[in-house]
């Protein structure tokens, strides 16, 4: 079974900092693309920032210059490095990986069950 686990969310207040990390466990032969996604109250889940297996990335307009997505392939972990923090990032955050499990010949898609961020004005 894959299973991720995301931490480091919280209440901060606008302009502060916040870093998330997403580690993936289970017997897992390989990640290729893992991303960061958030949904605020109400609202459609958004893409956030993606980086694939050989670290490009890609990040949505509402977060460039202020988000850094990163990961370590060798702790199967990423990471969203998170600054000048406005009221509008306000939501949960889920992790996605694209898996490729031991006992599975393809990948699938796996979710983390979310991380609350809170940014106060």
């Known amino acids: 079974q894959v299973q991720l686990v995301e931490s480091g969310g919280g209440l901060v207040q606008a302009g502060g900092s916040l870093r998330l990390s997403c580690a993936a466990s289970?017997?897992?032969?390989?990640?290729?693309?893992m991303g960061w996604y958030r949904q605020a109250p109400g609202k459609e889940r958004d893409l956030v920032a993606t980086?694939?297996?050989?670290?490009?990335?890609n990040y949505a307009d509402s977060v460039k210059g202020r988000f850094i997505i990163s990961r370590d392939n060798a702790k199967n972990t990423a990471y969203l490095q998170m600054t000048a923090l406005k009221p509008e990032d306000t939501a949960v955050y889920y992790c996605?990986?694209?898996?490729?499990?031991?006992?599975?010949?393809?990948?699938?898609?796996?979710w983390g069950q979310g991380t609350q961020v809170t940014v106060s004005s």
């Open positions: 289970g017997t897992i032969v390989r990640i290729e693309n």
């Open positions: 980086i694939t297996n050989g670290g490009d990335t």
């Open positions: 996605h990986a694209d898996v490729r499990p031991s006992w599975l010949p393809k990948f699938y898609d796996y």
